[in-house]
Structures are given as structure tokens and as C-alpha cells.
């Protein structure tokens, strides 16, 4: 684009408000008495401002925009307001969340489902947010920060005179000894801390620079804390699961890739004695027995490196030891903690093949609810094949049997039974406190007449820890950036960048003052500053302004109400 070219000579980038050569206020001439300079950037030209031609520049200039980030930060707010309403999948506890959620929550829970909401802050499109943020912070930041940078680092001491009469406290005075007031004046900047630089007899004072970073700091530390929640989803820095673990099993720990195994030697539970002394009184007020503790006897197996993927080799024990709520299992930065328990859970049923006729039974199957055999050979020609498993059954809204989950908490089944006599088969559910007859291939619901039946014998249970899988690599980096975002935060809240210039201009001394903010205190410095020195006290351009336009308000009134 046009450079701007000033009257000193020097050219200035497309969307420069101030010459980066004398100082000049750039822009239109008949303003330059009127308005006050924006020193927000130093008046310095930004890339979105000056490159604008090519597809790369328009995204620049689409994420520098405070705007876009503003918008990112609450379309991200809203989102996660969505993943409140109800549960996330996480915390449902192995329920299948397609059945979970309209059972629970009817119509609303069925949508809210459906559009992923379920697992929100896992989604696609939930990290690509987070991702457009962290561009944005960073965009933003480089725009802004890199040229004030060097505007800062390159400031003049001389300044045009539309830059001193443009600052929003400025004043001039006509004095003897210029050189004896400069002299007290410098002196009383160093007491009060400021920074004096001196060229030609003019003065520039400043102190607090670096609180104009707080909020590039702040940025800083927000990407760092974001770069640590997105970390959380990549394989190795992040672990937050539930295990269900049946006693005398083992099962694979979430997050390692088949590496670490946790076994369950023994499940306990303690129960407070009604009887007891101390707590006697207070149990009988309360329905049922209460837990003292619970415990898992937990072993820790590292695998065999070399075994082939998908095969359990040589299992190492690596770590022992007795789980309790809060004292955990801790092994290379994972955390095993005690979390539920469930007593009793049906693990094996065990049925035989009854003569409806003569009640005579033949064989046994033992019937593993968590991993059940497709076919069981009796011998003799009696056969059983599992045609479908529920292990925790119900009828969906089409009236056709389903599972909530996979934990056997309801279990049925539709069994195929083959004899000497039945060589086709015959079908038949069955389930907890259900055994029905079901048409055979072939027959329609009339001619079901079977002669045998699958009756049941026995049932076996164990008890399930309920253990959480924990490692999180990330919380470092979350810390940090935590940390510097609130040094930015004190940096830029409790500190302020303030100038002040001297300067002699047509036979007076020109005084000009800017600071971010706190400008009561800025002209309080230049009062004690200027104490004794002759010379007059700067005014406030912008209060003036105020009250002028106050009076213009109040005139008119009068003149109306006249």
C-alpha cells in the first residue's frame, strides 16, 4: 500500500498516525488543533493495517481483530454452558450413552446427544475453538506488540509541537533561567524515580514502561495454559479413566498401550458396628448399614515390550499395594485411587437341558457373562449355542429387546438348544425370572410346542472395585502459565507507563504529559515536579473539553427554556 510520506521527508507505512522520523501528527491538518493523539500503539502502523492484498493478510487481519477474539472466547464460554446441562459421557459410569441419555432425560437428553454434546469437550470442533484462541491471543499480540516495541524502544526526546499540543495534559510558560528550571526539574525526576533522557535541551521523563506489557504477558500465559489443555488430548500426557476390576482379575490400565496391567487380588469392605460405643447412637438414627472403609489388595504388571499387539505375554509385578479412599497406588506418574465398589455382581450362570416331559436334566453350561462362549458342547448330540446376549437387558421404544450397558447387572439371553430328538433346534429367552418359548426356524408363533427347556442351577458373584486411573504431565504447564498470567495481571493493574516532555518551543517552555492510565497521579507528579519553578500548571485537554461541551449543553437549555 501508500506509504505517507511527512513533511520532514520521511515515509511512513500505510496507517502510521504519528512520523516514526520528527513526531508529527499525521493525518488531516484542520484536525491537528481539535483532537487529541490516540497513543494507544504510539501511533505506529500495524501489519493488519498495512498489509491487506493477499489471503495470508487476510487472515492476519481476521484474527488480529479484538473483536474475532471476543467472539471465540464466548461462543467458547456458551459451548461449555451446553456441556453442563446434563452429564458427560465420562461420569455415566459405562452406561451406553445413546440408551442413557433419552431413558434419563427424555426428547432433550435424546438431542442433546445427537449433537455431540455428550462428550463436548472432547469434540472436533471444541479444540478447534480453543485452537482459533490461541491463534487469535497470538496474532493479536505480534500486531500489536512488535511495533509498539520498537516505537518504545525508539522514541524521541524532540517532539513536533502538534505532538505536545495533542497530549492530554499539556501547558506553557514564558520564563527566565531555562536552564536553572531544567536543572531543578531533572533533579526532581530522578527523586521521583523517572527515567530522564536530555537532547538539546529538552527533556523527556519516563518511568513504568514495562507495565505496557502486562497484558502481552498475560497473553503469554494464557497461550502456555492453553497449549497445556490441548496437550491433555495428545496420547501419553493425560489420563483421567475408570476401571472396573473383578476380584481375582486383571485388566489393562487406560492410557498405556497395553504396558501396564492392575490386578485385584481381594476386595474388603468395613462397615461400622451399630453396637459401637462412640458411634452406636449415631447409627441407629440412620437407615441401613454405613461403609467405614473399602479397600482393593491391588497388584501393578508391566507387560512383556516384546509381546505382539493384542496377546497378554509375561506380566512383571512392578508395584503392591492396599488401595484406600485416599491413598492411592503411585507408579511412574500414574495414580490409582479407590473410587466405588459394587457387591455381588452375577459373573457366571449355570443352566441344563430339561425334558419338559419327564423333568430329566442333561449336562451343564457355565455361562461367563462377561466374555460367553457362542456354542457349548454337551456331547451325545446335546448342543447349546447363544443366539443374542443382553447382559443388562430392557425393551426400547420399538418394544425389542436391548442393553443398557455391558455389565451384566440384567442379564438374557435367546438360546438355541439342539438334542438326539430336536436336531433343528429349538429357541427360547431367558432371563432373570423369564423363560418363554420362541419360534424355531421355520415355525410361526402357533406351532411353538418345543420339548425341551433350559432351566437354571446356579449363579456365582464377585465383587468390583472401582478404581481411577489418573496422570496428568500437563499440570506443570498449566502452573506456568497460570503463574505469568497473573504477573501480567499485577504488572499491567498496579503499574503505570508515564511520560513526561519539557520542551522549548517558540521562547516557552512546553510541558506534555501521557500516561495508560491513573492521570490524577501523573498530574500530581508535574505539580510537585514543577513546584517553585515559575512555571504554570498543565491542564487536563480532556476535562476541559467536557466542561466546554457541559456549558454548550446547559446554554442551549436556557436558550429553549427562554
Known amino acids: 500500500m501508500d506509504k505517507i510520506k511527512c513533511e520532514c521527508g520521511h515515509l511512513n507505512p500505510h496507517g502510521t498516525i504519528i512520523c516514526e522520523s520528527c513526531g508529527k501528527p499525521l493525518g488531516n491538518e484542520n484536525d491537528d488543533q481539535k483532537q487529541l493523539l490516540n497513543m494507544r500503539y504510539e501511533g505506529v502502523a500495524r501489519r493488519s493495517q498495512t498489509y491487506t492484498s493477499n489471503i495470508i493478510d487476510k487472515i492476519w487481519m481476521f484474527f488480529s481483530s479484538v473483536k474475532v477474539g471476543i467472539w ?57 475453538l480453543i485452537a482459533a484462541l490461541g491463534v487469535s491471543l497470538i496474532i493479536a499480540s505480534l500486531d500489536r506488540g512488535v511495533p509498539l516495541y ?25 520564563v527566565p533561567d531555562y536552564d536553572e528550571k531544567m536543572n531543578t526539574i531533572k533533579q526532581r525526576l530522578s527523586q521521583k524515580n523517572y527515567r530522564v ?20 504477558v498475560n497473553h503469554v500465559g494464557i497461550i502456555i495454559f492453553l497449549i497445556g489443555c490441548m496437550l491433555r488430548y495428545f496420547p501419553g500426557f493425560y489420563v483421567d479413566e475408570h ?22 487380588e481381594g ?29 482393593t489388595d491391588a497388584v501393578l504388571y508391566e507387560a512383556d515390550p516384546d509381546s505382539p499387539i493384542g496377546v497378554v505375554g509375561e506380566l512383571t509385578e512392578v ?59 454337551l456331547g451325545e448330540g446335546y448342543e447349546v449355542s447363544i443366539i443374542e446376549y443382553f447382559p ?82 500437563t499440570i506443570p504447564i498449566l502452573i506456568v502459565g497460570g503463574a505469568i498470567f497473573m504477573i501480567g495481571l499485577i504488572q499491567g493493574s498496579y503499574w503505570a507507563h508515564r511520560r513526561i516532555w519539557f520542551q522549548r518551543i517558540d521562547g516557552e517552555i512546553w510541558i506534555a504529559g501521557h500516561t495508560n492510565k491513573n492521570w490524577l497521579t501523573l498530574r500530581n507528579d508535574i505539580t510537585e515536579i514543577i513546584a517553585d519553578t515559575g512555571l504554570n500548571e498543565p491542564i487536563d485537554q480532556a476535562e476541559e473539553k467536557e466542561k466546554l461541551e457541559e456549558e454548550k449543553k446547559e446554554n442551549q437549555n436556557k436558550k429553549q427554556e427562554g
Do not use: C
Not at 450362570?349 to 423333568?359: D, H
Open 72 to 128: 471465540i472466547i464466548v461462543i467458547l464460554l456458551v459451548a461449555s454452558i451446553f456441556g453442563t446441562i446434563f452429564p458427560q459421557e465420562f461420569y455415566i459410569g459405562g452406561e451406553d450413552p445413546s440408551v442413557f441419555y433419552q431413558n434419563e432425560y427424555g426428547t432433550l437428553g435424546q438431542i442433546y446427544y445427537e449433537l455431540g454434546f455428550h462428550n463436548l469437550y472432547d469434540s472436533w470442533w471444541y479444540m478447534l
Open 267 to 295: 476386595f474388603h469392605l468395613e462397615l461400622y458396628d451399630p453396637e459401637d460405643e462412640v458411634f452406636g447412637e449415631s447409627m441407629q438414627r440412620v437407615d441401613g448399614l454405613v461403609v467405614k472403609t473399602y479397600q
Open 392 to 473: 443388562n437387558y430392557y425393551l426400547n421404544s420399538n418394544n425389542e429387546p436391548a442393553t443398557r450397558s455391558s455389565i451384566p447387572d440384567n442379564p438374557a439371553f435367546i438360546f438355541e438348544t439342539k438334542t438326539p430328538e430336536t436336531p433343528d433346534g429349538e429357541r427360547s429367552f431367558i432371563g432373570i425370572m423369564a423363560n418363554y418359548d420362541l419360534p424355531s426356524r421355520g415355525q410361526s408363533i402357533e406351532e411353538v410346542d418345543h420339548e425341551f427347556k433350559l432351566s437354571f442351577v446356579d449363579v456365582e458373584m464377585s465383587n468390583v472395585s472401582g478404581l481411577g486411573v489418573r496422570k496428568d504431565l
Open 319 to 377: 508395584a503392591r499395594k492396599e488401595i484406600k479412599v485416599n491413598d492411592p497406588l503411585e507408579y511412574n506418574g500414574y495414580s490409582f485411587y479407590q473410587l466405588d465398589y459394587k457387591l455381588n455382581e452375577l459373573q457366571t450362570m449355570s443352566f441344563s437341558i430339561e425334558n419338559k416331559e419327564t423333568g430329566d436334566r442333561f449336562g451343564q453350561i457355565d455361562v461367563d457373562l462377561n466374555n460367553p462362549a457362542k456354542h457349548y458342547d
Open 197 to 216: 533522557r536530555e537532547e538539546k535541551g529538552n527533556i523527556v521523563a519516563e518511568k513504568g514502561r514495562f507495565s505496557r506489557w502486562g497484558p502481552y
Open 150 to 174: 520498537r516505537a518504545l524502544k525508539k522514541q524521541r526526546i524532540t517532539r513536533h509541537k502538534n505532538f505536545m499540543k495533542r497530549q492530554r495534559v499539556f501547558g506553557s510558560s514564558q
Open 243 to 264: 476401571v472396573w476390576i473383578r476380584e481375582d482379575e486383571f485388566s489393562v490400565v487406560p492410557g498405556t498401550n497395553q504396558e501396564l496391567y492392575i490386578g485385584n
